[in-house]
């Protein structure tokens, strides 16, 4: 079993990326909150979601909400998956770090300037991140 040190190493990015999450959600009320008030957007646009009159400014925080819920949750079941088998190897934990960070360097990028390019390039990083740490851990438990 992992060591009381290693369980909270290997949590420590799943709340992060929790938070971050969360960080998110606050800011989509925000802007649809903001954008309500200052009339530019009725609260009729988000009855069936969101309508095509939704300025991106409003939407891109819940698109990227919607991004924050899809592929990390193979990270939280990663997670999940070596504490339970005791694989909490510095190396697994440093790479839930930089998933981490990467996931939070795409919302960044998302939620302001938005170059397509350079989100791309922080995505297919942190896929790269997940990936590495799935392998490591089907190597470590398939092999034992």
């Known amino acids: 079993m992992p ?12 709340f992060a ?6 960080c ?18 009725s609260p009729r646009e988000y009855a069936l979601g969101e309508s095509g ?23 939280y079941v990663a997670v999940l998956l070596a504490h339970a088998t005791a694989n909490a190897t510095p190396l697994l934990i440093g790479l839930a770090w930089a998933y981490v960070a ?8 998302h939620i302001t300037y938005n170059h397509v390019l350079h989100r791309f390039l922080a ?15 089907a190597r470590a438990i398939l092999l034992s």
């Open 53 to 75: 009159r939704v300025t991106a400014t409003v939407s891109l925080p819940n698109r990227n909400y919607m991004n924050l819920l899809e592929l990390p949750l193979l990270f």
């Open 102 to 109: 990467l996931r939070i360097v795409h919302s960044l990028i």
């Open 123 to 137: 995505f297919a990083a942190s896929n790269f991140v997940l990936l590495g740490m799935w392998a490591l851990l």
């Open 17 to 22: 990326l929790a938070a971050w999450t969360f």
């Open 24 to 41: 998110i959600l606050v800011l989509i009320a925000f802007r649809r909150l903001q954008a309500g008030f200052n009339g530019t957007i």
């Open 3 to 14: 060591t009381p040190h290693s369980t909270a190493s290997l949590f420590a990015p799943a």
